[in-house]
């Protein structure tokens, strides 16, 4: 199925979501931070037609978001997060709390392992720790950072 | 196209997905936070096709992420951000710090309104303030936390 791609688009988060706009990557993904490590782990897990999986196994790994990993003593091999994968977790993390924020169950925690208390919800923060809103902020290309705005008033 | 839902999954990461793991309704949503309203608006911007962006605008409003509004003196109607799809612009700020840590181009850069500098990047933090990384964290069963471990040594 061809179809529009972003790998190109000015926007960061076109682009991101080249690699984890998909459904079923973004779950391959969340398995292997879950443990998964071998294609039939991924398959039983996910219960995902093997087809599909071959696909986005090899599409992630092209995009750098996994590593093929040789298995000692075998000719196959299994999948690893990269450091560029493991940055995805904040990602994986922000869409779990919008989840749970929507009215649904928060069967799990996320906890610091050191004390088992709870994490934070994850929320933006001003340069002196301010909490903000998504109305307190306003993306502004980053050469324009610092400068006084002449037309327009930041009072709010 | 038939394909496996994930509206009744346990995972609140897959039910989420069920909403923005498609590439082009997550770029509705950053469009509706640019300020679109408009059918037209959405098809402009994006360069979108009428028939998908009429299909994953219907979603997006059956998912209660976006509302149809009427526009006045008008038979027509446009689509508004509701507060669940407010909800969304961490989780666009979290793909889009992805993107860019993976050494993308900034151009544009998050600031707060009310003095113009730079917003923190998303991080998480314990319930004292310490940020942590994916590897200090653990995803556990609600009910038990705050429950010491017996079988397992929490020093790490």
């Given amino acids: 199925m061809k179809r529009k791609t972003f790998e190109e688009d000015a926007c960061p988060v076109a682009r ?3 690699a984890v706009g998909d459904t079923w990557s973004v779950l391959i993904v969340r398995q292997a931070f879950a ?8 398959e039983k897990s996910l219960g995902i037609a093997k087809n599909i999986l071959t696909d986005r196994l090899r599409k992630l790994v092209a995009l750098g978001v996994l590593e093929q990993v040789p298995i000692e003593g075998s ?6 997060l990269t450091g560029k994968g493991r940055g995805l977790y904040l990602v994986l993390m922000a869409i779990r709390q ?6 649904g169950p928060a069967d799990y925690t996320l906890v610091d392992r ?13 340069h002196d720790g301010r909490e903000l809103g998504a109305d307190d902020m306003e993306l502004v290309p980053t050469a324009e950072v610092g400068k006084v705005r002449r037309a327009r008033s930041t009072a709010g």
Same sequence: chains 1, 2.
């Fill in 16 to 18: 991101s979501l080249e």
């Fill in 98 to 103: 919008w989840g749970e924020g929507c009215g």
């Fill in 75 to 80: 000719a196959h091999h299994e999948y690893a």
């Fill in 114 to 126: 050191r004390d088992r208390k709870p994490v934070r919800p994850l929320a933006f923060h001003a």
């Fill in 35 to 42: 443990g998964d490590r071998r294609f039939g782990e991924f």
